[in-house]
């Protein structure tokens, strides 16, 4: 579990997460996304976990995110193509080793890309807020003046009904 906000959302719910990692959400580095898969490949191989799933807000714009599950393990195989021609490809060293080599840096990249469509998500949305809260300044501060402007203008009216009031009076 990564990130401050959905710690504190299962922390509400009374649910414990195992494995926490936080306070790298603003600049993840690669080896954040290192750190966090090692131990989840560690604990699905020790079997004490049965699947390994990423859930991030992917960036799509400073206005749009879209909350993603992807199953990082076990990993699903690749139905064949039926159609096309069947080449037999011949791996030096070995397909279990050229596997062995990729699967860790494919995770880890996984990983770290969600991470950084997270951290990029989460500016977005600050932006956003930030440019409503501005704009809602903007109209209360000119709704305000307004309001001020006509209290000020009822009171020099009420000055000048008052001068000429009592200059009537003298006469």
Known sequence: MTGRKPLE????????????WSG????????HAQTVM??????FVDGEVDEVHVVYTKFRSALM???TVSKLLPIDAVAAD???PKEEYIFAPGGEQVLAALLPTYLESFVYNALLQSAASEL???????RTATDNAGELIERLTVHYN??????????????????????
């Open 24 to 31: 790298f959400s603003d600049k993840p580095q690669f080896y």
């Open 124 to 130: 977005g949305a600050r932006m956003t807020a930030m």
């Open 9 to 20: 959302y299962l922390k509400r719910l009374h649910v414990t997460p195992e494995g926490r």
């Open 82 to 84: 039926t159609e096309g």
């Open 38 to 43: 090692k131990e989840a490949v560690r604990r």
């Open 65 to 67: 995110q879209d909350v």
């Open 150 to 171: 006509k209290v000020r203008q009822a009171g020099i009216t009420s000055e000048l009904t008052e001068i000429v009031s009592g200059a009537n009076a003298l006469q």
